[in-house]
Structure formats: C-alpha cells, structure tokens
Nanobody
Framework: QVVLVESGGGLVQPGGSLRLSCAAS????????MGWYRQGPGKQRELVAT???????NYAVSVKGRFTISGDNAKNTVFLQMNSLEPEDTAAYYCNADGVIIVGTRFTSWGQGIQVIVSS
C-alpha cells in the first residue's frame, strides 16, 4: 500500500502564496509521476500540475505562471508552490502518485486532500 500525506494548506488572502507538500511512503518499487489535482465547490476534480521522475512538468492553463511543481525523488516528495492566489483557486487539493509496486504491477494512489481557501 502506498500512502500519500499532504500538508501546507490553509486560508490565504487573494494575491498571497502557499506551499503544499506531499510525501509518499509504503512498499513500492518506483514512482513515475506525482502531481496535484483539485476539486472546487460544486466542481469536478481537475488536474493542477504533474511532474515525472525525470522532471518533466505539466500545468493546467489556469495556473501556468503562478504555480510551480517540484519534486525530491530521494524523499518521494512533491511540492506545489502557489503564488498570486485567486479566489477561484479555492478547492480541496489532492496529491496523486503513479508508479510500480513490483515489476508488472502498477499503482495509483491519492492523498486524503487538503483545503486551500483564498478569501479576504
């Protein structure tokens, strides 16, 4: 079982910044991709950003230029630096990891979610 633990959410004013962290633990062979998704009130879950083990990144159009995803392969950890936050960024943010348990067996895991509220 692969467990993802998120931290760093909270309440911030518009224009402010937050940094989310997510650490993976458990028994697995490798993690190929980690990322962040979010689900706002009354909305479907959507991709925010992903990063591969080789450092390739992908961002939602709505966060490009404001959010930066980074990772630490040695610690199986991913970070999301969120700047210039807008009320529309208010959502529950979920960490995701995709990898290999043993050769031939893949996994996809989700964190419990962490709340980010952008409000004055």
């Amino acid at each position: 079982q692969v467990v993802l633990v998120e931290s760093g959410g909270g309440l911030v004013q518009p224009g402010g910044s937050l940094r989310l962290s997510c650490a993976a633990s458990g028994r697995f062979f490798s993690i190929n991709t980690m990322g962040w998704y979010r689900q706002g009130p009354g909305k479907q879950r959507e991709l925010v950003a992903t990063i591969t083990r080789d450092g390739f990144t992908n961002y939602a159009v709505s966060v490009k230029g404001r959010f930066t995803i980074s990772g630490d392969n040695a610690k199986n950890t991913v970070f999301l630096q969120m700047n210039s936050l807008e009320p529309e960024d208010t959502a529950a943010y979920y960490c995701n990891a995709d990898g290999v348990i043993i050769v031939g067996t893949r996994f996809t895991s989700w964190g419990q979610g962490i709340q980010v509220i952008v409000s004055s």
